[in-house]
């Protein structure tokens, strides 16, 4: 069974930087295995969308309102993925997940609150 711990998140002003980090465990894990690890993130009353991901070839695919203030990035040895979101506004608010893809499966994380706020 494959589990995703997060962990980061939490209140910061607009303008501010936040770190999410992702750590997947579970036996027989190899990172180079994996098709894909991304964050989502899901604001009150909306659908969860796609922020950020990483292909297991590490080419990166952002969103239109990530591009440009949010980093993707991932840790083979740790089996990790981070997302360094800077300059953030209060459209960033949200709850974010990471998601990792093997072949034939897709696990998500618990889940970090984000929020931007005065």
């Known amino acids: 069974q494959v589990q995703l711990d997060q962990s980061g998140g939490g209140l910061v002003h607009p303008g501010g930087s936040l770190r999410l980090s992702c750590v997947a465990s579970?036996?027989?894990?190899?990172?180079?295995?994996?098709?894909?690890m991304a964050w989502y993130r899901q604001a009150p009353g909306k659908e969860r969308e796609l922020v950020a991901e990483?292909?297991?070839?590490?080419?990166?695919k952002y969103s239109d309102s990530a591009r440009g203030r949010f980093t993707i990035s991932r840790d083979h040895v740790k089996n990790a993925v981070y997302l360094q979101m800077n300059n953030l506004e209060p459209e960033d608010t949200a709850v974010y997940y990471c998601?990792?893809?093997?072949?034939?499966?897709?696990?998500w994380g618990q889940g970090t609150q984000v929020t931007v706020s005065e």
């Open positions: 579970g036996s027989g894990l190899n990172t180079r295995d994996y098709n894909l």
């Open positions: 998601r990792l893809d093997i072949p034939g499966n897709t696990y």
């Open positions: 990483s292909s297991k070839f590490d080419t990166t």
